[in-house]
């Protein structure tokens, strides 16, 4: 056969995750409220930074700039929480990741300082500490930006309005409040975004010492309960019938509220529904490892679906065991349709598509209804065209011909965009003479990539080829890095 020319591409996808207590992805973090965050503050005043034992200097547009970190000075100019002289000490360690902070020299800020386990004020840039600058809105920008930019003015308004009056005791009583939402939805081709369904009538109960508290969540799918007396409180139950909780840290969960502060929750819950049938080849013999998958209904709406249209995040899917039975659980009541192969084949599972109750046409497939806390099925399928699966033999070997020794390989569709950058289980490692074996269909396009775990390569490779029958003695070089 005739291969297509190698295509090398160095493919090294790092993420780091901050590791902070709230939502966090990819060094960014959720802001707390205003009341969370003064909840959680051992300290919450307005000051001005004037000396600090570490100092950065950087010039700036002909001008230049001091940053305070280490152990910061501030001169108080408003307490609020906690302050008990005219100066306070913070810490901030003033590097480069997301819960790092740094202060301006003389400049006045609104700051939460915590203590943590050295006994230490600290600072950080997922809390609420900032600058007391005001935030200047530019005629020339986007207008949507404008608005942004007005919302978060009043929104630092409220909060120093907020601060005021607990500092002058006008206010009293703690709050816990959230939402409660289930997992998303399956998502049609044309559908904008991902959808969150918030539920409505969740039962959560709270407990304390001395009080007990049950509430159910509105049409909106939320709950707030408001003038608690300060005391550490625990969320006991969270119930609602047809799912289950999927964040089981809140369950048990104590909060502790001091008077004015806040803990907001956000409760997410999985749908116990399920999904069952078997799978079965053209004589009636159960079919293993075969992966089924829901998609939602608005897929009928395309005029035909090709591979790679449908992805993987818009579909659930379940993997038949040695019976052939296979369950798809946790799926959102709603309209469905059932099929096998709907992103497209795979070696695994070398069937052409096909939809319950056993046709090629999306627009002939039987719309399964699932409703709330059900089991739905059994859906069988029967398997009848097996697509020819041909073997892909290779070898993997540095510049000077020595083999590569357990490098990984995987294959992936050419055109498959999405999965191509994200973890998968490798379906064939190099051999002590660098070979490997790996299976293809008949006239598909592929692309073969080959990484090596302790990142000894210099680039990750990938060929792109099709398989028009046996590949054999496929050679790929590739080279240490320096």
Known sequence: MKVRRLVFLLTLLVIVICGIHQESAACSCATPPACEAFNRATAVFIGRAIHASKKRAELYEGKVYTSYFGEVVFEIIEPFYGVTGRLMTVWASGGGMCWDMEFGAGETYLVYANEVEDKKLWVGGCGRTRSLRPISIDPSDNPSYQEYQRNLQKEYDDELEFLRNVARKTLSGARIYGEAHSILRLLGKNDKGRKTSFLAGATIKIESQRQSLEVKTDSDGKFDIRGLEPG???????????????????????????????????????????????????????????????????????????????????????????????????????????????????????????????????????????????????????????????????????????????????????????????????????????????????????????????????????????????????????????
């Open 232 to 482: 550490v409180y625990k969320v006991t139950s969270v119930s609602l019938e047809g799912y289950f909780s999927a964040n089981s840290e809140y369950i048990n969960k104590e909060l502790s509220l001091r008077d004015c502060g806040c803990a907001q929750l956000r409760l997410i819950f999985s749908p116990s529904t399920q999904v069952n049938g078997r799978v079965l080849d053209a004589e009636g013999k159960p079919l293993a490892g075969v992966e089924v998958s829901l998609i939602s209904e608005k897929w009928r709406e395309e005029e035909e679906i090709k591979d790679g249209d449908i992805k993987s995040f818009q579909t659930r899917d379940g993997k038949t065991d040695t019976d052939g039975r296979y369950k798809i659980g946790s799926v959102e009541h709603g309209r469905y349709l059932l099929g096998v192969s709907v992103i497209r084949p795979t070696p695994k599972s070398p069937y052409t598509r096909i939809f319950y109750p056993g046709v090629a046409d999306i627009k002939q497939a039987e719309v399964i209804t699932i409703e709330p806390g059900k089991t739905t099925g059994p859906f069988d399928l029967r398997l009848t065209h097996k697509l020819e699966k041909h073997t892909i033999q290779g070898i993997v070997v540095w510049p000077d011909d020595t083999p590569v020794v357990g490098a990984k390989i995987s294959l992936l569709p050419a055109d498959d965009w999405l999965r191509r950058w994200l973890p998968r289980d490798y379906e064939a490692t190099t051999d002590e003479r660098g070979r490997f074996n790996i299976d293809g269909l008949k006239d598909y396009e592929y692309k073969i990539q080959v990484y090596l775990s302790d990142d000894e390569l210099d680039r990750s490779v990938e060929e792109e080829l099709k398989v028009p029958g046996d590949v054999k003695d496929l050679k790929i070089v590739v080279s240490k890095r320096q």
